[in-house]
């Protein structure tokens, strides 16, 4: 009862899944996948074990499709479920069951799939693909989150929405399965999960942004940890540490007048900030002209 995709870019080689569903928790459920190995989507009265199985025979040297089909000989269920798989090679195996609820159905293309069941209508699927080919100038994850946004523009889920989730890994092997991940994002229960999933990325964007600033400015490259966090507080405006840190910046930088109209904003927001700003200077984490 979900709509999703699985893919690999090829110019990253960055392999993903994204799912939406009017179910509690479905990236639980539904989305799998290892850096360097795949990402398997298994849903419609879904056997989980199609993710963790499906990732160790990929990892052991099967194709998507091998293991895919090695997975549903086995499977005595196997009509009712709806399963796709991408390899780091962009090998893709994808089944829907006879007996998954209408409406119900997949594409296949290079290097992704998209399926879908229990749906408003028989377009969900195909306008998950057009959207995914129309937007290749697009970074993967926004990429994959517009074609959910499609599929709940064609109609959705029949019985609305409730969750949805973004795992994206990288295409190269890692010593460890839990290493590579960049981006693993849920939305467990919300009016309108797509949207939030969007924000949800955009928020991660704003805090890699703010990491690289972090760096740098621990490093005493003011200047440019300004300029990262100029870019972070672009992807979220409203999240008040951004911009304490980009004030903060800016002063530690020279650049003191704006720096000191920046955190006389936040102070007034929130004043805690300015305690921090106190044990900061106490603590010679900061110099500058602060007051």
Known sequence: MTYSIVAREPNSGMIGVAVQSHYFSVGSVVTWARAGVGAVATQSFAELSYGPVGLELMASGKSAVRALEALLLIDSKKETRQVAMVDASGNVGVHTGSDCIPYAGHIKGDGFSVQANLMDNDTIWGSMRDAYLENTGMDFPERLVTALKAAERAGGDIRGRQSAALLIVE??????????????????????????????????RAYEWADKADSRFAEGAF???????????????DVLELKYWRGVSLIQSGNEAEGRTILEEVYGREPRWKKLTSLLIKANRIKGNFD
Request: hydrophobic share 45%.
């Open 171 to 204: 295409g190269r092997v890692f010593p460890n399965p839990w290493m590579g991940r960049i981006v693993e994002l849920r939305v467990e229960d919300h009016k309108e999960p797509v949207e939030e999933l969007a924000r949800l990325l955009r928020l991660k």
């Open 223 to 237: 200047a440019e940890a300004d300029v990262f966090y100029k870019k972070a507080f672009e992807f979220a405006p």
